[in-house]
């Protein structure tokens, strides 16, 4: 049987102990605040969240470059998947794919397929914890890519921003707007969906955000069926301990896992995000 590596970017905020589990290799995103330069998560979560606060311009991120992909190809498996970050909010699939070319030039025995997940965070997390599931099973490469595929529309995510500070720095809102929402404790609730984040509704306070975050989510979910539940959250965690305790109650998911928001999506959701996707096992 062959074993088949599988690869994705520091973007799916999947936490160490499932990427040791399942030796996935992690591909780093850059991050920068003005000249200095960071790999995603080599810069801890309490020092960057603080540091971008302190900033008065939002930290700028970056894809791989080809040659981290082409380091990472080159590893003793004959078979790799990779899963990206969205096409739509991100050039990394492209760079996953040229570094592929790149590769296979001068390795014919491999062969390597990439897919856009349409996703990020905690919905591509769910999808790489599934393909390493696939593959841990005995299915073979075309079975496992046909699979998550099939699945990437499947993946609900939602999310509830503590603050539009970011999205003001970043220029995305208008910055009058942005304060007035702020002053009066209104979260923005985001979904992503078409590999897109939208805005999709608003509530005041962060219990009745994460309410509306969680109903949204319950909306998607059958009685009768079992599913994989993920929560991130931006250096929050005591908030996601108390998204999963309400939502245990709620529904028996088959695993429920939790990990931090790291710098790349972290840039975009701010301090105190919750971000919460669920998909059906299979």
Known sequence: MKKIKIITDSSCDLNKELVQKYNIEIVKLNVSFGEETYADGDMDSDTFYNRMASSKELP????????????VYDCEEDE???LTLSSKLSATYSTAVLAKNMFEEDNTDKRIEVIDTANGSVGQGLLVIKAAQLADEGKNLDEIVNTIESLKEKVTFYGSLETLENAIK????????????????????IQVIDGIVKPVDKARGDSNSIKKVIENIYKNISSEK??????????????????????SKEHDFKDITISSVGSVMGTYTSKGAILIGILETV
């Open 60 to 71: 700028k991120t970056s894809c791989p470059s080809p040659e981290r992909f082409v380091n």
């Open 80 to 82: 790799i998947l990779v």
């Open 170 to 189: 970043g220029g995305r809102v208008n910055p009058l707007a942005g304060k007035l929402i702020n002053a009066l404790n209104f979260k923005v609730i």
């Open 226 to 247: 079992k599913y994989s539940l993920a929560i991130g959250h931006s250096n929050c965690k005591e908030k996601a301990l108390k998204v999963k305790e309400i939502m």
